[in-house]
């Protein structure tokens, strides 16, 4: 495993970011951990996750994208701390942009202007998406639709989250799976549930207890 993936797993639980336990999650499921992004709320923290998702994206795509772009609201500060971290840790200087929920209701009235800020979104622009996580897909879909409104041609080179829990829905489908065969748009993560199963069992930091919950949850509601 990747030393910035180790060192991201360290952070979350540093963070208490990821807890292990017994959770009720939105859907009903009780799962044996929790990721809640949230807590990174401080110049530091949101400083050292800029830097993760840095890590991954020099990793995986080097300079082969135009703009990060975080869809409003939590992507909003993920595409700066972002564009920050890979300029200052990689040499990547490239644009951040994220929309409004709600138009800018003066000023110049193109429909860019009125939902995008940030750098301009120009037709061609080889787009970069980040987010915390991926549920239904629900802002990621919206996000599309409303760049693709403001420009012509955009290339789509990826969509990525902090931690992949790997799961299906209530449907027994992956949600990840399914945008990614609608729109094409290969979806990564900086870490999965499964890596950090694997790397906090090695690293000694989960008992076998939790270790057999964790897979029992994976083996019960997990990807196939």
């Known amino acids: 495993m990747e030393e910035y993936k180790q060192k991201f797993i360290d952070f979350l639980l540093d963070k208490e970011a990821l807890k292990i336990g017994e959770f009720t999650l939105k859907s009903g499921r009780i799962s ?26 020099a990793d995986k795509f080097g300079e082969e994208f135009d703009i990060v772009f975080g869809p409003a609201y939590k992507g909003i500060p993920l595409s700066v701390t972002t564009t920050i971290a890979l300029n200052r840790d990689f040499g990547i200087n490239k644009g951040y942009s994220f929309n409004r929920k709600e138009p800018k209701g003066h000023g110049e009235a193109t429909k ?6 940030g750098h301009k979104i ?24 409303l760049l693709n409104s403001v420009a ?73």
């Open 32 to 57: 044996p951990y929790f990721v809640n992004t949230g807590m990174f709320d401080d110049g530091e923290s949101i400083g050292k996750l800029g830097y993760f998702y840095a890590a991954k994206i």
């Open 112 to 117: 860019q202007k009125n939902w995008i800020v």
């Open 122 to 145: 120009e037709d061609g622009s080889r787009i970069l998406m980040i987010d915390d996580v991926f549920t239904t897909g629900g802002t990621k879909y919206e996000s599309i639709d």
């Open 152 to 224: 012509d041609n955009l290339h789509y080179v990826g969509l990525i989250i902090a931690v992949d829990r790997e799961e299906v829905g209530e449907d027994g489908k992956s949600a990840i799976k399914q945008f990614e065969e609608k729109t094409g748009i290969p979806v990564d993560s900086i870490v999965s549930i499964s890596e950090i199963i694997n790397y906090l069992w090695d690293a000694k930091k989960i008992t076998a207890s939790d270790k057999q919950r964790l897979e029992e949850y994976l083996k019960k509601y997990g990807v196939r």
